[in-house]
Structure formats: structure tokens, C-alpha cells
């Protein structure tokens, strides 16, 4: 598999000073990184019963449509507040310097369905857990949390306790 890092642009001091931000533009604009980051994800979960893919606002609006069409399943969006046209289910969930809140429609996951959740980062973990939650209210089971990269010195795999979690870059710091 191609080195992926190489793809990714690491930038100090954004979005605040002290933050080392890690830039997927320059891998999203590279074809083979594209393909590499879609495939290596498709490939872990085919075949372990995934019924719905659903991504998180934005970057995970990148990936999750494209992991889903491979899986052949659907996409289910999860979005900040106010951006779905019908009825939602919401969380809301404590991030370093505040809350946010993500909404999901009330029938996008059906009871019993298997979903894999898929997003480009995992930090902390915050997004992804708050993510699983909503899945959970709506009677799905989180099959999986697929990311592109993640930033294992943060521990944030450990918010997504009895999912199957991979990612395909980690920065151990």
C-alpha cells in the first residue's frame, strides 16, 4: 500500500496556536491516495454484514458515500443542527471549548440494522461516540468505525467500546 502520510499536509498553529492540524485536501486530490484510503476501508468490512453507511458533516461526506457504494449499501448522513428537511433525532456532546449537536432523520437506520459509521479523523473521539449514540437511539448496531487517519496518542478509540475500529493512517505523535 502506497505511504499515505507522504499525501497528508501537516500544519502548525490551525486552527489555533499549539494545534498541529493534519490536511486530507492533499490526499483527497491525489487519485491513487483516493482510491487507496476508499479501497483499504471497503476491503476491511466486506463481507461482515454492513446494511448502511453513515457519514458525519463534512469530511465524512467524502468517504462514507464512496465506502458505500463498494459495500453496496446506502449512505445515511448525520449533520450539525438544522441542515435535515424532516423529522431528527439529536445528541449533543461536550468538545474541549464547548458542545455541539448532531442530528440524524428518525428513519435513516432501521432496528436491528447493522451501520458502519465513517468519518476522515479520530481525535478524541467525541464526533464518532456522539455518532454511535444516535445510531444506537434509533435501534441500529455500530458494526464499525472506519476513519482515514487517526491520532492514536489522543485515545480516542477507547469512546467506541464493542465496534470493530480501523483506520488506515495513525500518528503516534
Not at 456522539?130 to 482515514?148: C, D, M, N, P, Y
Amino acid at each position: 500500500m502506497m505511504d499515505l502520510k507522504k499525501l497528508i499536509r501537516e500544519v502548525p498553529d490551525w486552527p489555533k496556536p499549539g494545534i498541529l492540524f493534519y490536511d486530507l485536501t492533499t490526499l483527497l486530490q491525489n487519485a491513487e491516495g483516493l482510491r487507496t484510503v476508499i479501497d483499504g476501508i471497503a476491503a476491511h468490512y466486506k463481507g461482515k454484514n454492513i446494511d448502511v453507511v453513515a457519514g458525519v458533516e463534512a469530511r465524512g461526506f467524502i468517504f462514507a458515500p464512496a465506502v458505500a457504494y463498494q459495500l453496496g449499501t446506502g449512505f445515511v448522513p448525520v449533520r450539525k443542527p438544522k441542515k435535515l428537511p424532516w423529522k431528527t433525532a439529536s445528541v449533543s456532546y461536550a468538545l474541549e471549548y464547548g458542545t455541539d449537536t448532531l442530528e440524524i432523520h428518525q428513519d435513516a437506520v432501521q432496528p436491528g440494522q447493522r451501520v458502519l459509521l465513517c468519518d476522515d479523523l479520530l481525535a478524541t473521539g467525541g464526533t464518532a461516540a456522539a455518532t454511535s449514540k444516535l445510531i444506537r437511539q434509533l435501534g441500529g448496531e455500530v458494526a464499525g468505525a472506519a476513519f482515514a487517519v487517526e491520532l492514536t496518542f489522543l485515545d480516542g478509540r477507547e469512546k467506541l467500546t464493542n465496534s470493530d475500529v480501523f483506520s488506515l493512517v495513525h500518528y503516534d505523535k
